[in-house]
């Protein structure tokens, strides 16, 4: 069983800091690792580059993932996350700003398991990402035998 950790793929520390706040907001305890760009996520991920150590041995609950990020973009992340046998299965919220058709359109193309949008309103935000969490963690049953 994987570990009940959120990887968090986001560049703008705002809006880092606001999903940081309503997750503590709503009590959500597990550990929340925080990446800041495409290439970074990747990385973490498949185990290269600076985490080649790492050795990370139970991958994320679930990822959010923003889209527009620097090195590689959120969709490039997700495109070379679906291609690698340990992460394919993975799921990957895409957490963003965009309320462009065509970003949600491809999202889902490249194998996002869901699209939601950023709410301006913390409130909002809050509730939202307190509700993606509970799904995440506690209600969905990933596959038994994923990486």
Do not use: C, H
Not at 42 to 59: I, K, M, P, T
Not at 111 to 123: E, Q
């Amino acid at each position: 069983m994987r570990n009940k950790t959120i990887l968090l793929v986001e560049d703008n520390l705002q809006d880092e800091m606001l999903i940081l706040r309503a997750l503590n907001k709503v009590n959500i305890a597990n550990r929340i690792d925080v990446i800041r760009d495409g290439q970074q996520a990747v990385d973490f991920l498949l185990n290269r580059g600076a985490y080649l150590q790492s050795q990370l041995s139970e991958l994320p609950m679930v990822v959010l993932l923003d889209i527009g990020l620097p090195k590689l973009s959120g969709l490039e992340v997700l495109k070379i996350i679906r291609t690698n046998w340990r992460t394919r299965l993975l799921p990957v919220v895409v957490l963003t700003s965009s309320d462009e058709e065509r970003d949600r359109q491809r999202s889902y193309e490249i194998g996002a398991n869901s699209f939601v949008r950023k709410p301006l309103d913390f409130v909002e935000l809050a509730d939202t990402v307190s509700r993606l969490s509970i799904y995440w963690l506690s209600i969905n049953e990933p596959p038994e035998n994923s990486p």
